[in-house]
């Protein structure tokens, strides 16, 4: 597999707090990857940059061997990114099939919905994560876990190449932990690169091959999650000392 993604001693300065401190890294096409850390580790921050949300104080973001650093968000979607946020947004008075159809407003979007039409791309979207049964209603009425699953939705309508999940295991229940698991694993096998940060250690670390480990803003371990789960440096940070991530 190719190299989609490497970040190359990215660093993040506010004011004098250094939000993310020489972080370099790889991911390659097709791979699900985890990125964990506590509050302030500097895992959004990350994916800001990636995004286009911020620009980093120094170093590189290149995405399929272009050099995306500082570029906009829309042109970085343009180009093959999605994520998702820890705050879900959504036009709550639209139903959930325009929510989803919006995404095919941008170039990338439009480029897809050509040959197939938008509302039959938007519906096959919510039927892949499970929402069909709900494309007529406003994402107002619906539980948490369905408002997760629609900001996935959204996410897949820029046919990304690369899908970046910020904390989607966020406020909910065990249930819908693993329905959203279910359909993160089921994504990755119908070939969408997925990076992923999560504070619902047990359903991350048990979902992902692969985990990058942040504190800090430093990167202190990449790994297999039963390898970093072993670092002592990672569960006396994030766990204390005893704990451990995976029973």
Partial sequence: ???ILEIKNLTKKFGGLIAVNDCSFEIKKGELVGLIGPNGAGKTTIFTIISGFERPSSGK???DGINITGKKPYEIVNKGIARTFQIVRSFKYLTLLEN????????????????????????????SVGLIDKARLPPIILPHGDLRK??????????????LLDEPFSGLSHEENESIANLIKKLNEDGVTIFMTGHVLRELMTLVP?????????????GSPQQVANNKFVREAYLGKGETFIE
């Fill in 61 to 63: 973001v290149i995405f």
């Fill in 210 to 222: 692969r985990v990058l480990a942040m504190h800090r803003g430093i990167l202190i371990d990449d």
């Fill in 1 to 3: 597999m190719g190299i």
């Fill in 150 to 163: 629609l900001e996935i939705a959204k996410a897949l309508g820029s046919n990304p190449e690369l899908l």
């Fill in 100 to 127: 989803v159809s919006v995404s095919y407003l941008s170039p990338r979007g439009k480029k897809v919905s050509r040959k197939s039409g938008i509302d039959k791309l938007a519906s096959t979207i919510l039927s």
